[in-house]
């Protein structure tokens, strides 16, 4: 049997961050965490949550999925989309809002470490490990776009 695909017009919203930071030969490093059923590399990344804006959630979700903690950007990166497999197994399209997320401290303790594995990648691997197409053009574009602003 295969799971049925929802059929709406309209994906369902979710917002993320894109977490960076500078590593100590001066090139950025891309914050990747695992998903917590595939086992995929993702951004961390959730619902919008009623009374915060939706750069707000995304910092919020940073710290519960990751532990990160930094200066988020109120402006997005960029939108990508992609199928989320829900509990009964049945995939909903999902569009993600990502915010650039400047890592200033991360944590040993937060919400969902023990479901999830984090792994610092140069900007070319975090593209590379990702599978969703959208979300490793964002990756690519926003380094491309740092590296411009620091020259």
Partial sequence: MTAAIED???PR????VLPFQQGRDGEN???LVTSRESRRWVIPKGWPMKGRKPFEAAAREAYEEAGLRGD???RPLGYYVYQKRLKNLDA???QVKVFPLKVRKQLK???EANQRELRWFTPAEAAEAVSESGLAAIIRATCRQVKATDA
Wanted: net charge positive; proline share 5%; with cysteine.
């Fill in 8 to 10: 709406t017009a309209e």
């Fill in 13 to 16: 919203r979710q917002v993320g």
């Fill in 29 to 31: 490093r891309i914050l």
């Fill in 72 to 74: 988020v950007g109120k």
């Fill in 92 to 94: 909903v399209l999902c």
């Fill in 109 to 111: 303790n937060f919400p």
